[in-house]
């Protein structure tokens, strides 16, 4: 695979970071992530204002535009005849004299192919287990997912897909993706200590009256329907939270419906 390295298109693998960038050693930096359908990037300006917005909060300069960006992945996904694939942009911390200050980072664009969870997983729904956490600079896209992927451990064992995070009784947010309840047909999401998704803005607009405001774990379990949201999964129902069942125990018919609305957009 080639990917775009230091302002060039390269080999993969011969791409290259020096070891004292705040990446490595600080787990600073930003990225994004979008998908490729039939050779075009889907949400391209909506994914490119995040990253750029992530950049400027981040204090980590970026010195592409947005033209040239989207001429190097327009290129990216013709080299790597990326069909249906994932992009994945991401921009370093850089070296710091103090091994510690945002300094000027290093752009990396990947092609990466994109494996979406089992069918069977949306048939059935998922389970996640709950954690009394919350996201530092929640709304920034930035590379940090130290807890993550080091509470992914418990997951399996528990027999679950992912976390729920909460903190006082309020939900924010999944580990990679956002999350939603239905309840008498009212669909809500929660406000804060969350990433602006690029599919929950989606699923907002195609649900058209979606509630934007704190949502309690006591709501979540006694919740119709409850789903996740992001690029990687589009909509997946969640049918347990920890050792709860939601609703019925089964996918709903507003996530169902909200799903096959999205894949119709996605054409
Ligand atoms: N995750 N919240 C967090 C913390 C995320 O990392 C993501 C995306 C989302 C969903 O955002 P979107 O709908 O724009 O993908 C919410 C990506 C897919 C990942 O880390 O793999």
Not at 223 to 234: L, P, R, W, Y
Request: hydrophobic letters at 40%; one cysteine or more; proline letters at 4%.
């Amino acid at each position: 695979p080639f990917c775009f390295a230091d302002g060039q298109i390269i080999s993969t693998e011969k791409a290259s970071i020096h070891p004292m960038d705040l990446g490595l050693i600080r787990g600073y930096g930003i990225f994004d992530f979008f998908r490729t359908v039939n050779f075009q990037a889907l949400f391209l300006d909506s994914y490119l204002d995040r990253f750029f917005a992530s950049a400027e909060k981040t204090f980590l300069p970026l010195d592409y535009s947005r033209a040239e960006l989207k001429a190097v992945i327009q290129d990216l996904i013709e080299k790597n005849h990326l069909k249906e694939g994932g992009i994945r942009m991401v921009l370093s911390g850089g070296v710091s004299s103090n091994h510690f200050s945002p300094a000027k980072g290093k752009l990396f664009i990947f092609a990466e192919s994109l494996i979406f969870p089992a069918q069977e997983k949306y048939d059935k729904g998922i389970k996640l287990l709950s954690l009394e956490y919350v996201r530092p600079i929640a709304e920034i896209k930035t590379t940090n997912y130290a807890l993550p992927v080091w509470d992914s451990m418990r997951w399996k064992d528990a027999g679950a897909e992912d976390v729920l995070y909460h903190m006082n009784g309020i939900i924010s947010e999944s580990s990679r993706s956002n999350f939603f309840i239905v309840k008498d047909g009212v669909i809500s999401t929660p406000d804060a200590h969350v990433l602006m998704g690029i599919t929950r803005k989606n699923v907002i607009e195609l649900a058209g009256n979606v509630q934007i405001r704190p949502v309690s774990m006591q709501e979540a379990l006694n919740a119709d329907e409850t789903f996740i949201t992001s690029t990687t999964k589009v909509l997946l129902p969640v049918t347990q939270i920890d050792e709860h069942e939601i609703g019925t125990g089964r996918p709903g018919p507003v996530s169902l419906d909200l799903l096959e609305k999205f894949r119709k957009l996605e054409r």
